[in-house]
T-cell receptor, first 114, second 115 residues
Framework: GNSVTQMEGPVTLSEEAFLTINCTYTATGYPSLFWYVQYPGEGLQLLLKATKADDKGSNKGFEATYRKETTSFHLEKGSVQVSDSAVYFCALKGGSGNTGKLIFGQGTTLQVKP | KAGVTQTPRYLIKTRGQQVTLSCSPISGHRSVSWYQQTPGQGLQFLFEYFSETQRNKGNFPGRFSGRQFSNSRSEMNVSTLELGDSALYLC??????????????FGPGTRLTVL
């Protein structure tokens, strides 16, 4: 079945460091890909999305490119801030046999130190 | 527009009891999905409702059930609670069901603790 694999955390960075969180997926068909962020005590917020191969999603300095050839959707940010500390989830939706539900990776905790 | 609201935010129950959680989607959204979040299993899909019909169901026992009302509000019910049902239950709404790229907007969740 469809699945998403994220790099394990926690990831600890200093402020202004470069961030990469790896995400790979297994799916048949053409799913859409998402990154969600969860701050402590809150629900999930959509960070960015890409709906087809080679699409680049971007928001708040974060970006990710849908790479069908490597089945990847890695999240990057050039300069992280303390306020970026949160849990990040990669997810897919759609593709063959999977219409309505989001399938999530395990989440990666990011800690940014001043 | 107001976001997705969930009530209650926190709930403490004992084993064997039942519980009902409520979710009000964003105005105009007709699809509501429920997810369970635990440290061990992560985020797992429970079910999706669209226009009062269950369209999709995850791999959870029959103790977990849900419904959707004509105003798109949804409830989920868990009967005969077990310790392992302790989790954050998240509701998400979207404007159209079935389309793979429609964004799902999440509520803040209901934190259920089973003692």
């Amino acid at each position: 079945g469809n699945s998403v694999t994220q790099m394990e955390g926690p990831v600890t960075l200093s402020e202004e460091a470069f961030l990469t969180i790896n995400c790979t997926y297994t799916a048949t068909g053409y799913p859409s890909l998402f990154w969600y962020v969860q701050y402590p005590g809150e629900g999930l917020q959509l960070l960015l999305k890409a709906t087809k191969a080679d699409d680049k999603g971007s928001n708040k300095g974060f970006e990710a490119t849908y790479r069908k050839e490597t089945t990847s959707f890695h999240l990057e940010k050039g300069s992280v801030q303390v306020s970026d500390s949160a849990v990040y989830f990669c997810a897919l939706k759609g593709g063959s046999g999977n219409t309505g539900k989001l399938i999530f990776g395990q989440g990666t905790t990011l800690q940014v130190k001043p | 527009k107001a976001g997705v609201t969930q009530t209650p935010r926190y709930l403490i129950k004992t084993r064997g009891q039942q519980v009902t959680l409520s979710c009000s989607p964003i105005s105009g959204h007709r699809s509501v999905s429920w997810y369970q979040q635990t440290p061990g299993q992560g985020l797992q899909f429970l079910f999706e409702y669209f226009s009062e019909t269950q369209r999709n169901k995850g791999n959870f026992p029959g103790r977990f059930s849900g419904r959707q009302f004509s105003n798109s509000r949804s409830e989920m019910n868990v009967s005969t609670l077990e310790l392992g049902d302790s989790a954050l239950y998240l509701c998400a709404s979207s404007s159209l069901g079935g389309s793979s790229y429609n964004e799902q907007f999440f509520g803040p969740g209901t934190r259920l603790t089973v003692l």
